[in-house]
């Protein structure tokens, strides 16, 4: 990734900022400074991301079509295959401590049912454990689509 969050602590001195963002530069990335909060810049804009393809999903919008968008749109990777790589039962955990933090308005009830489907009833914990939105075969087959999503949230039929 091009960016690096520097993040300004309380006693973040000015010579220790500077040193950071001289740092970033020389290895030839982007540095932007942010305060010491709840989830980063990054996070949230990748959180947001995900959200709204866990939306699309549930709300019957089929999946081929929600990642080939994504990546239509100049993303690396969809956001579902995004969410494999950083675990599903790792955005089950953010989701839990995000309601217990700042309270249950805060998580959309119908994308929490989503991620604990698919964590608690299916076991699928994305890319680590071979069974995410995808399913991962041993190499060198590539991975695909997990069929059984069809199932969980049956798509739109086009008007």
């Known amino acids: ?10 006693k973040t001195g000015d010579k220790a900022l500077a040193t950071a963002i ?7 990335k982007t540095p932007i400074v942010v305060n010491d909060t709840r989830g980063f810049y990054v996070n949230r804009c990748v959180l947001r991301y995900m959200s709204e393809a866990y939306k699309m999903l549930i709300e019957g919008v089929p999946v081929a079509m929600i990642e080939n968008a994504a990546k239509a749109a100049g993303m690396p990777v969809g956001p579902l295959a995004l969410t494999d790589e950083t675990a599903i039962d790792l955005a089950q955990k953010i989701m839990k401590q995000t309601i217990r933090d700042i ?6 009830p ?4 989503l991620i604990n489907t698919m964590v608690d009833t299916h076991g699928r914990f994305g890319r680590k454990n071979g069974k995410g939105f ?8 590539k991975k695909k689509l997990w069929p059984g ?6 798509h739109l039929k086009p008007e």
């Open 149 to 154: 999503l069809k199932d969980l949230y049956p």
């Open 134 to 141: 995808y399913d991962y075969p041993a190499k060198p087959a």
């Open 1 to 10: 990734m091009m960016l690096v969050e520097i993040i300004l602590g309380k």
């Open 22 to 28: 001289d740092f970033v530069r020389a290895i030839k």
């Open 103 to 108: 309270g249950e308005k805060a998580v959309d």
């Open 110 to 113: 119908k994308q929490m049912a």
